[in-house]
């Protein structure tokens, strides 16, 4: 898996940058993103639009954050699982974790919540129709589709935001991942730089991904892994508000 697809400029993690590029690929206009500031304050998360189909997290990558993955993956946690069910897709693209996280939200949304003969509409067809297709092959084929379909759209929306981007070559330590249900009932960890998915089991205490204390343990333990750094921001994909 040599083959190089080269690097792009950071996204903003702007719940208006994130909704205008999602809908401009095939987002229903029924859901937008917007800011999570808070998972433990319960007057903030009350004013949070639900069901919550998504969250991405964007968070330091740490020493001690890279140390708890590799330890994660040599004992396995993560699965292809069956494609289908979740879609995960492995970061080959520089500095594109925002466009994969974006990904990772809207193609495991339900059918109805993505527009018919959209961007990533008909993306996920070309998808089903590789042969024998799964979440641990075709990478490299996935990586060419996701770059000639959605880089052209990709660099108007990297060009925005309220800070100043970083070059396509600059080594950032800043992370997208996505948290979301597959149609199992599970839900899952999606991040471009694992193994594949990860599975992080069935919740009974909630439906909605924000309110399942599995995403909320998890994103604090990505917090304490963070050294005191305050580079933390999180987005929902939920209903819009009128």
Same mark, same amino acid.
């Given at each position: 898996m040599s083959e190089s697809f080269g690097a792009v400029v950071p996204l903003e993690s702007n719940p208006e940058i994130f909704t205008d590029?999602?809908?401009? /690929?095939g987002l229903s206009p029924l859901l937008s993103f917007g800011d999570i500031y808070s998972i433990d304050d319960?007057?903030?998360v009350a004013f949070l639009p639900r069901p919550m189909n998504a969250v991405i997290l964007l968070f330091p990558i740490t020493k001690d954050y890279e140390q708890f993955r590799a330890s994660e993956e040599k004992n396995g946690?993560?699965?292809?699982?069956?494609?289908?069910?979740i879609y995960w897709f492995k970061q080959l693209l520089k500095n594109a974790c925002g466009l994969y996280g974006l990904l990772h939200a809207v193609c495991n949304l339900p059918s109805g919540l993505i527009v018919d003969q959209s961007k990533i509409g008909n993306f996920l067809q070309e998808l089903r129709e590789l042969?024998?297709?799964?979440?641990?092959?075709? /990478?490299?084929e996935k990586a060419r589709m996701i770059s000639q379909l959605f880089?052209?759209?990709?660099?108007?929306?990297?060009?925005?935001?309220?800070?100043?981007?970083?070059?396509?070559?600059?080594?950032?330590?800043?992370?997208?991942?996505?948290?979301?249900?597959?149609k199992n009932g599970h839900f899952f960890?999606?991040?471009?730089?694992?193994?594949g998915p990860v599975d992080l089991g069935e919740s009974h205490d909630s439906e909605d991904v924000l309110g399942s204390t599995i995403i909320l343990d998890r994103i604090r333990k990505y917090m304490s892994l963070a050294n005191n750094s305050m580079n933390f921001a999180?987005?929902?994909?939920g209903p819009v508000i009128d």
């Open positions: 590029f999602a809908r401009k /690929l319960p007057d903030l946690i993560q699965g292809s699982d069956e494609f289908g069910n042969p024998d297709v799964d979440n641990e092959n075709h /990478l490299i880089l052209s759209t990709y660099s108007e929306y990297s060009q925005q935001g309220q800070t100043e981007a970083p070059s396509a070559d600059e080594d950032v330590d800043l992370h997208f991942i996505c948290f979301t249900k597959g960890e999606l991040d471009g730089r694992r193994l999180m987005m929902g994909l």
